[in-house]
């Protein structure tokens, strides 16, 4: 008999009558499997059952369980190893790994510089404020080699470019710095997007000096009031940072669409 947790409430019509699922058996499968690890309490690296004992609990056929395995392996949530004391083990997604699915997610989503910097005005400001006085030297340390990686205005569009990623890369940094887990994931990546936003429509190009002055004054004085534990500070620092970071990026955007339409 099908496993009853396969069917959720959107399987169900009133009256208890059963409508179809849209989703794939495997998928539901799949996700029958995630919601039976998590109410165990299992942990990265404990063993799965067997795929004949897998069939009997949810009730399907062996074709359908490995393709379900199949899904959950390619998003990492579970790992297979062959040989002696091999089988199907629990797995770790890492933060990189998810940020790369969500960034599948965004593909085809023609994000602009404005959706980005919505959520970075909101976000960061109060990321640089919780970490005022909790960073260590070695942290702050990590975070002016970031700045020392382009003591110069960049000469042509491939420093500008490089210079674009390191900055960008020190934001990713102060994220990491932070006890908050899904602050940190979504900065992060949000980061992450800008980088790739920046490089796919060259957004480096031409090189912007005042984009360098200002992005550099407002690292370098961050830094000193997340050194100083200058909480406030820092919250105002990164809201301005944003803020000037966002109106420079939009017209270096607005700059690249007119070359476009242009050539």
Sequence with gaps: ?????????????????????????PVRVADAIKEWVVDRNMKSGDRLPSETAMMARFGMSKGTIREAMRILEAQGLIETRTGPGGGSFVGEVTSDRAKALLANYFY????????????RRLLEPELAASLAGRLTGDQLAELEQVVAQYPEPAQNAQEERDQHIASLAFHRKLANFSQNALLAFVVSFMGRILT???????LYDPPNRELYDKGLAYQTDLIAALRDGRSDDARAIMRAHMETAEALMQAQEAQVLRRFFEE
């Design 1 to 25: 008999m099908t496993d009853p947790t396969l069917l959720g409430a959107s399987d169900r019509l009133p009256g208890g009558a059963q409508r179809q699922n849209r989703r794939s058996r």
């Design 108 to 119: 085809f989503t023609e994000l602009s510089v404005a959706d980005i910097y919505q959520l």
């Design 196 to 202: 790739d936003l920046t490089v796919y429509r060259r």
